[in-house]
């Protein structure tokens, strides 16, 4: 490999993943955020009310991930993973000033959580598109041997946004009174975000197109019925994977500060604490089990962190429930971070390699967006629902054991194609 095909991969891989820490980044901030939020624009007697209208708002973005994906998706196999990945980086960050900007409800009335939910469907729509373009341009730019690794920077950068998110809420709850979060402060994380934008926009403009996308030459429009109806058993598979890894993200990380805070009575200031531990520990983990996935295979590594899970989540969530403390929620993060890292590192790599170039975006925004959409967006309010309903403190280890079990059914039926393994770049 010559050095200019080292710097063209590197810059690859660095657009592929800025669109993504963007995005983690606005999302966890707004769920970290969501009680705050609730009081600003959608003010209500209720608060159980508002927490349920601002976790609906933040659900609401996921109902058009699907959409968005199959557009923008089809769009990136047709016009080529940089232009894709520009326009989704655009609308990321006009979706984000929107919502860094918007005056509260005292302010402007109903057109404050009107201006809100266009700003969380807009975002929903762009982060339809991020992960299989992003995806697929990353394990096109990698090496034959290095394919986990690449592609493990995927779930790298979510991690790298979700990190900075909780960095910055741990920040905010240390530095701002109450009454300051709740007056302006909140806002401050927002506004930050917005930097990400133009960098991103910049270098995703500039980059090289992969190779594997222009051996396909003369492109045909493939259309979406026929995704659908020539590759059912891949598309399965890959929102099987997909339920789990949302799940993992939007149930364990996103959700448990809102949690313990309302269901276990803890400090405001723990979860920040205990998270930042925990997405820091998958931030430096992530890269080593994508580089260790290389070695031992990405299928077997999914399959026994995923069982591996099982077993431990109805322990780990006894001994939250049962006795909440710093120790049993730290103890409890940094084993899931584990397992998250381990799981999530290849699967990636595994989803790409079901898809063959001429449909690899399209397929994987259908499957990784339904599993965004349908188990992963509305998760925090289908909780919040269940724990209010029932009082049972052990809904979301319910919750999490139905969609891994899910995810380890995809995962025994993961079987390479013969053709795409050849198809993602040359070596």
Not at 198 to 208: A, D, K, Q, T
Not at 267 to 280: E, G, R
Not at 307 to 336: D, T
């Amino acid at each position: 490999m010559t050095a200019i095909d080292s710097r063209k991969r590197l810059i690859g891989a660095m657009a592929s993943t800025l669109g993504n820490v963007l995005e983690w980044y606005d999302f966890v901030v707004f769920g970290f955020l969501s009680i705050i939020i609730a009081k600003q624009f959608f003010p209500s007697h209720s608060e159980y009310a508002a927490l349920m209208l601002t976790t609906a708002t933040f659900g609401a973005g996921f109902v058009v991930r699907p959409l968005g994906g199959i557009l923008l998706g089809m769009y990136a196999d047709r016009k080529g993973r940089k232009a894709g990945l520009t326009l989704v980086i655009a609308m990321m960050t006009v979706a984000a000033a929107m919502i860094a900007l918007t005056p509260g409800f005292q302010q402007i009335g109903l057109i404050a959580p009107a201006i809100v939910l266009c700003a969380r469907l807009l975002q929903g729509i762009s982060a339809g598109g991020e992960f299989g373009t992003a995806t697929a341009m990353l394990i096109e730019y990698a090496p034959t041997a290095r394919r986990n690794l690449y592609g493990s920077w995927q779930m790298f950068a979510q991690a790298l946004g979700a990190l900075l998110a909780v960095a910055m809420g741990s920040a905010l709850t240390h530095l701002f009174t109450h009454e300051a979060l709740e007056s302006w402060a909140w806002r401050i994380p927002f506004l930050l975000g917005l930097l990400i934008g133009p960098v991103g926009f910049y270098i995703r403009r500039n980059l090289p197109e992969t190779e594997a996308f222009q051996k396909l030459g003369a492109r045909v429009k493939v259309p979406f019925s026929r995704v659908v109806m020539h590759y059912p058993r891949e598309l399965f598979v890959a929102t099987a994977l997909s339920a789990a890894l949302n799940v993992m993200a939007y149930v364990i990380i996103t959700y448990l500060p809102i949690y313990a805070v309302q269901n276990l009575h803890m400090p405001v200031t723990l979860p920040f604490s205990v998270l930042l531990a925990s997405v820091l520990l998958r931030v430096v983990t992530i890269p080593l089990f994508g580089h260790l996935a290389d070695r031992i295979g990405g299928e077997r590594m999914i399959r026994v962190a995923l069982a591996l899970f099982l077993v431990v989540l109805y322990p780990a969530y006894y001994w939250i429930v049962n006795a909440p403390s710093f120790a049993s929620i730290m103890s409890v993060e940094l084993g899931f971070a584990l397992l998250i890292s381990a799981s999530n590192a290849p699967i990636p790599t595994a989803l790409a390699g079901l898809f063959p170039t001429e449909v690899r975006s399209t397929g994987l925004a259908i499957s990784y967006n339904i599993g965004a959409a349908v188990f992963g967006g509305f998760s925090a309010m289908v909780l919040t629902w269940l724990l209010h309903v029932t009082g049972n403190n052990m809904m979301p280890a319910h919750f999490c054991a139905v969609f891994f079990a899910l995810g380890l059914f995809g995962a025994f039926m993961l079987k390479r194609r013969a053709a795409p393994v050849n198809e993602f770049a040359t070596q």
